[in-house]
């Protein structure tokens, strides 16, 4: 039971290129979701998937995109890198989002991107 | 929307001593409130969590306190020990769309 995976661990781009960051659960979760985390503000929401076929906008969707391509993975692509979107990217999966009293985010370990 | 504070950014404490990490909130209706543990190069993890129907909550060495009223809540560790340095999360969950704003973050270190 391997809980959820990103990869790559680590990616390097020149601005102006494109990549996807791939997650994966192996824990059966309805919902998934994609942070960015930056020094001194925490975690904030990029997009998220409440369940299989719906995908939102969270708190900072500007320059990116998802794709919830199974109940397993949830994808996150930048179209067009810039020097602001350097960051680390966490994916995380909960059982059910929206879920009355809270339910808990489990989280991968996370993607350190730096955009030159 | 809702917004989350959290201090101090960084407290350093002996170890056995308690530690204390807190947090404001501005919307009234979030009912969540996790707080979240994460150690170097690893994504956050769950640690205790509160809602609004509920003042505390304890698990071993680990508590949350809630005030509804003033909207803040607390994490109290005691007898820290030197697996606890960690950086910790508070949240809170907004009630419109179930979304988790989280805090900055506190910095623990607990000194030998």
């Known amino acids: 039971n391997a809980g959820v995976t990103q990869t790559p661990k680590f990616q390097v781009l020149k601005t102006g290129q494109s990549m996807t960051l791939q997650c994966a659960q192996d824990?059966?979760?309805?919902?998934m979701y994609w942070y960015r985390q930056d020094p001194g503000m925490g975690l904030r929401l990029i997009y998220y998937?409440?369940?299989?076929?719906?995908?939102d906008k969270g708190e900072v969707p500007n320059g990116y995109n998802v794709s919830r391509l199974n109940k397993r993975e949830f994808s996150l692509r930048l179209e067009s890198a810039a020097p602001s979107q350097t960051s680390v990217y966490f994916c995380?999966?909960?059982?059910?989002?929206?879920?009355?009293?809270?339910?808990?985010?489990?989280f991968g370990p996370g993607t350190r991107l730096t955009v030159l | 929307g809702e917004n989350v504070e959290q201090h101090p950014s960084t407290l350093s404490v002996q170890e056995g001593d308690s530690a204390v990490i807190k947090c404001t909130y501005s919307?009234?209706?979030?009912?969540?409130f996790p707080w979240y543990k994460q150690e170097l190069g690893k994504g956050p993890q769950l640690i205790i969590d509160?809602?609004?129907n509920v003042g505390e909550k304890k698990d071993q060495r680990i508590a949350v306190t809630l005030n509804k009223t003033a909207k803040h809540f607390s994490l109290h560790i005691t007898e820290t020990q030197p697996e606890d340095s960690a950086v910790y999360f508070c949240?809170?969950?907004?009630?419109?769309?179930?979304?988790?704003?989280w805090g900055a973050g506190t910095k623990l270190i607990i000194k030998p």
């Open positions: 998937s409440a369940s299989e076929g719906t995908t």
């Open positions: 509160i809602r609004s």
């Open positions: 824990m059966n979760h309805n919902s």
């Open positions: 919307d009234s209706a979030s009912n969540y």
């Open positions: 995380a999966s909960s059982a059910r989002h929206g879920l009355a009293g809270g339910v808990e985010q489990f």
């Open positions: 949240a809170a969950r907004e009630d419109s769309n179930y979304q988790l704003i």
